[in-house]
């Protein structure tokens, strides 16, 4: 094993298509025109001297390293900032080169520490290499004079030398071994799109500081880690590294927090991780992360994590230790009792979108071949179930249209209900650098995000919506492009059915569904509407972003139904820049989707009751699969409440605390006989659990999961599972437990099986996957490497279809009791339910949920920024501490859900989206007043918590 | 500790097929019913069909009229097999 290494080409790659050809050092090379003298030599394999290039950001030229000479021009030009030219002849390595490049060394060198063999960077280190590689023997100048490196010159108090900031959990910034290179203000700015950092001051006295002379964790700085990959010295450098030291081997991996899936090197010491470091050659990510992927991995060696399988008769009683085979053994005579007690269909089980592809197709299988039925679900039933639903029904693929790279040629970006700088943070840096270089954009939600102001980007347009009337403002939206005449008929006639869209555009004109006609429902400006779907419409490639805010409501389908209307009309599918893209929360929803985790529907969303479908599992797995679609959860949960569902498997997932009214899936969880958890923590359900099975990490196991972009990345065991399995391991022996013949000794082998009967994956494999590093579904014999854009000429179901889309108020309507609307989000260094990031570092940010509220409405209740509110809803109540601010409108707050404590569902309500369940979590009608601390049911539940959380310690003789 | 918003799974049920009736609604007509038995075949489970059709068996059931029409083309679960 060995460290994957990456080259460094100096300066990003040009995208030109014009070639031309140049002679560097006798050798010929063509590159595309706009490259620099320095790509093109590293092409050819020549490696210029450099300290201030490098290819994540532009070239600035500073550090006068990279000198080379043309034949023909005088001087001696940088070649990071220097393009290539026809007929080019260039040296990279002359005597007089070589004496400057020595002369610039040896300046830095006199300004630099010398305790190389100390320091963190030994071995990775730009500076040290290219003293190395100028031949710099020795320095001339002293540090008697000016410098940065001591504390103290002459007895003196040096004002140029300053502290290390040390305050960023994951990095330190020592100043005294900066050589004020600009790649980390380069990266922040052209990469993170951040700009937390300059270069104060000038001259020899220039240094890099964060924000206004603030330490890094104070200032704007959101901890991606870009600054710190791009310096080449020490001066940034991982604090594990600082206390393991460089690794020696590492393999590429995908980070298992959101739906962007970003490739990651998970460089190694032994099974000792050292650092997370994003991968060039990752197509989601392209060479950057967030702080989630990149530092927040902690979790998986933290000490609460359960490494002993753990049983108990009763919920009221402590968990017991027990063997693996004992746990199998106890799950297997419970599941098989109970159906034998109350009938086959009275079990199920749940996947996880945190788990691979190859883990949720085995839970589901275990399901409809162990159990027998089709009691099958998973939690993007409580995020992009609706998603699945209408972009099937009008395009035919329950999938986003694009790759992430197709953002890079848009014009017009509209971003509905979703806040990507915090939730989908990788792919909102691409999309902030896409719109500094000129593409427009509209917002479409209740509250102001990061995304509508911040540096160098301003919102074209934003429609700050009321809750829940997504249907109207988008429905208004498509009236606007049809009665001006906007929409693109020719691509209609060609690929829509033309009738259809009459129907529909007769439908959206009427003039009820006018800007006008809406406002004194959604509050949104009649006029601002009207300008955005002219932008929209008229304004060249237009891209639809969307998220949980489009979902999570009454009417989450008919929003999607109408996003994919204003799409085709305006004819934005099936090139790049443009299409609908729904932003997936947990890492492999999709994926999870995917693999046939809904009750109705088998691996490829064939349904259960297509016989052909049916006849392949049956056939291969030597079973009779019913016909007819199981339970979803929130259907498991009131069978369990009526007495006819008894037991559960679920896997990584934390239902009582990500589904809604918690107080309704507590009590369908307490009527189950054998509720059996599969997780890493002893999560919120687990209070209710009676049969505890450890779970591993994604650091832990082979596999794949796929994002938002239908990308099936590897997933690459870097260290042996500390629980002694890998999930799949686990499913699979209690599969055997429960009689099932199952052998695989790879996942690969389930993927394989996955390929064989699920025809959108008919080509995927782990050799191709080792060969291509990723691919996007469909991939089969019409498209072997994948689809990076679907419905290029033609829609998956044939026409695309066009549907009516009415508005329908939520039935969670505000009144006296309850006068103020509350949404629900999420926040950059927090993940889902927090079960993971919660025990990072990641908490320095982020150290409980607030509710934010407008300074209006606050006012009127007396409270005040930071003061403990009560909030309650007709389900329930909650405290937390206010957070005054105006970027929720009056009428409206808003909080995260990241903390058990918090228990923000109790107060959501039971309403769900008319056509899958996904419950309503954007619009809860509430009251908030002033309030001394913790709620009855806060207080019941921590008691409740902590005595279900008790593990008996067993005696030595056991 | 019971609070306004825990239904009974009966009550949900009426509530889940008016809100799909209510979004067929808007459909064309010739559409419709056909459009709400549709969607109840394929995402409700048996034990939920036959729920439903009890509800149906009661007066005053408090369902969509386009449910009732629907109702002839909702498949009747059979029995379930154990
Ligand atoms: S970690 Fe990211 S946001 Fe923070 S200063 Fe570095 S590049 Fe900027
Ligand atoms: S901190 Fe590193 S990247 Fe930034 S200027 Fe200093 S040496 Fe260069
Ligand atoms: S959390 Fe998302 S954006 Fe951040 S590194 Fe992981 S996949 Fe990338
Ligand atoms: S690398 Fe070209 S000037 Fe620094």
Not at chain 1, 450 to 476: F, W
Not at chain 1, 648 to 658: K, V
């Amino acid at each position: 094993m060995s460290l994957v290494n990456e080259i460094d080409y100096g300066t990003p790659a040009s995208l030109s298509g014009k070639m031309v050809t140049l002679t560097i050092d006798g050798n010929e090379v063509t590159v595309p025109e706009g490259t620099s003298l320095m790509r093109a030599a590293m092409e050819a394999g020549i490696q210029v001297p450099k300290l201030c290039a490098t290819d994540m950001v532009d070239a600035f030229g500073s550090c006068r390293l990279c000198l080379i000479e043309i034949e023909g021009r005088n001087g001696t030009p940088a070649s990071c900032t220097t393009p290539a030219m026809e007929g080019l002849v260039v040296h990279t390595q002359t005597k007089r080169l070589k004496d400057i490049r020595k002369g610039v060394m040896e300046l830095y060198i006199s300004d630099h520490p010398l305790d190389c063999l100390t320091c963190a960077a030994n071995g990775d280190c730009e500076l040290q290499d290219m003293a190395g590689a100028v031949g710099l023997r020795d320095v001339r100048y002293g540090y008697e004079g000016d410098n940065h490196v001591f504390a103290k010159s002459d007895g003196h108090a040096n004002d140029r030398w300053m502290p290390k900031d040390e305050s960023n959990p994951y990095f330190t910034y020592d100043p005294a071994k900066c050589i004020v290179c600009s790649r980390c203000v380069r990266a922040c700015e052209e990469v993170q799109g951040t700009f937390a950092l300059t270069i104060e001051g000038r001259g020899f006295s220039s240094r890099v500081s964060s924000g206004m002379h603030e330490n890094f964790l104070d200032s704007e700085c959101v901890s991606c880690g870009a600054c710190v990959q791009a310096c080449p010295t020490a001066t940034l450098t991982e604090k594990s590294v600082i206390q393991i030291g460089q690794p020696e081997h590492s393999k590429i991996t995908t980070c298992a927090y959101c739906g962007v899936g970003c490739s990651f090197k998970a460089e190694m010491r032994g099974e000792e991780l050292v650092r997370m470091v994003p991968y060039k050659d990752g197509k989601a990510n392209r060479g950057h992360s967030c702080v989630k992927g990149r530092f927040a991995y902690g979790y998986s060696t933290h000490k609460d994590r359960i490494l002993n399988p753990m049983i108990r008769e009763k919920i009221t009683d402590p968990w017991r230790e027990v063997s693996w085979d004992e746990a199998y053994k106890y799950v297997a005579n419970e599941f098989r009792r109970i159906q034998y007690q109350y009938g086959r269909n009275s079990i199920g089980g749940i996947t996880s979108s945190r788990c691979t592809n190859e883990e949720t197709f085995l839970v589901q299988k275990l399901v409809r071949a162990g159990f027998g039925n089709n009691n099958v679900d998973t939690c993007a039933r409580v995020c992009h179930s609706p998603t699945g639903y209408g972009l099937k029904t009008t395009f035919g693929t329950s999938a986003g249209t694009q790759d992430f790279d197709s953002v890079e040629h848009s014009d017009v970006v509209m971003v509905i209900g979703a806040n990507p700088t915090d939730g989908h943070p990788v792919f909102a840096s691409r999309l902030k650098k896409r719109l500094r270089k000129g593409a427009k954009l509209i917002v479409v939600d209740p509250r102001r995000i990061d995304l509508v102001r911040s540096p160098h980007i301003s919102a074209a347009q934003h429609l700050q919506l009321r809750p829940g009337t997504n249907v109207a403002v988008v429905t208004s939206l498509a009236h606007v492009i049809v009665t001006e005449g906007l929409f693109d008929e020719k691509f209609i006639r060609e690929r829509c059915d033309w009738d259809e869209f009459q129907d529909w555009a007769a439908f959206v004109s009427s003039p009820e569904h006018s800007p006008e006609a809406i406002e004194g429902l959604t509050g949104v400006n009649p006029q601002t509407l009207r300008e955005a779907a002219r932008l929209f419409a008229t304004g060249g490639n237009g891209a639809i972003y969307y998220g949980l805010g489009v979902t999570e409501h009454s009417q989450g389908s008919t929003t999607v139904m109408a996003i994919a209307n204003l799409a085709m009309a305006t004819g934005n599918i099936g090139r790049k820049g443009v299409g609908v893209n729904p932003l997936r929360g947990q890492n492999n929803v999709q994926g999870s989707c995917d693999m046939g985790s809904f009750p109705h529907e088998l691996p490829g969303y064939r349904h259960v009751s297509d016989e052909s479908t049916r006849d392949i599992f049956d056939r291969l797995w030597g079973v009779k699969i019913q016909d007819e679609p199981g339970l979803r959860i929130p259907n498991m949960l009131d069978a369990a409440v009526d007495g006819t569902f008894k037991g559960i498997y679920i896997q990584g997932e934390d239902i009582l605390q990500s589904d809604p009214d918690t107080k309704h899936v507590a009590a369908g969880l307490q009527a189950m006989e054998c509720v059996v958890v599969h997780d890493l923590f002893l999560n919120e359900t687990a209070n209710y659990a009676h049969v505890f099975l450890p779970g591993s990490t994604f650091l832990e196991k082979d596999g794949t999961f796929t994002n938002a972009e239908r990308r099936i990345n590897r997933v690459r065991k870097v260290m042996s599972p500390l629980n002694g399995y890998a999930d799949w391991e686990v499913t699979q022996n209690l599969a055997k437990a429960m009689g099932l013949n199952w052998n695989y000794t790879h996942p690969s082998q389930i993927m394989d099986e996955i390929a064989l009967t699920t025809p959108s994956f008919a080509g995927v494999s782990y050799d191709l996957l080792e060969k291509e590093g990723s691919v996007q579904w469909p991939c089969n014999e019409k498209a072997p490497l994948g689809t990076p854009i679907m419905h290029i000429n033609g829609f998956a179901r044939g026409k695309g279809k066009f549907i009516r889309t009415e508005y329908v108020a939520t039935d969670e309507r505000t009144g006296p009791r309850f006068p103020l609307l509350l949404t629900t989000g999420r926040i950059l260094s927090q993940y889902n339910v927090g079960a993971q990031t919660r025990r990072t570092d990641n908490v320095m940010w982020h150290e409980e949920d607030r509710l934010e509220i407008h300074a209006h409405d606050a006012e009127n209740r007396g409270i005040r920024d930071g003061d403990w509110v009560k909030i309650s809803s007709r389900s329930g109540e909650t405290t937390l501490r206010a957070l005054i601010t105006d970027r929720v409108s009056p009428g409206v707050v808003y909080t995260t859900f990241h903390h058990p404590t918090t228990q923000a569902n109790v107060i959501t309500t039971d309403f769900s989206d008319w056509a899958t369940n996904c419950p309503e979590y954007k619009v809860t009608a509430v009251q908030v007043g002033a309030s001394n601390g913790p709620s009855d049911w806060q207080v019941q539940y921590d008691e409740q918590a902590r005595q279900s959380r008790r593990i008996k310690i067993l005696d030595a003789a056991e | 500790m019971d609070s306004e918003s825990h239904k009974t799974t009966a009550e949900k049920l009426v509530y889940m097929a008016n809100q799909i009736a209510t979004f067929f609604h808007s459909q064309p007509m010739d559409e419709a019913a056909a459009g709400v038995a549709e969607h109840i075949n394929h995402f409700w489970e048996p034990r939920m069909r036959q729920q439903l059709f009890d509800i149906l068996d009661q007066q005053n059931n408090g369902l969509d009229p386009l449910v009732l029409e629907a109702a002839k083309q909702i498949r009747k679960p059979g029995t379930v097999s154990v």
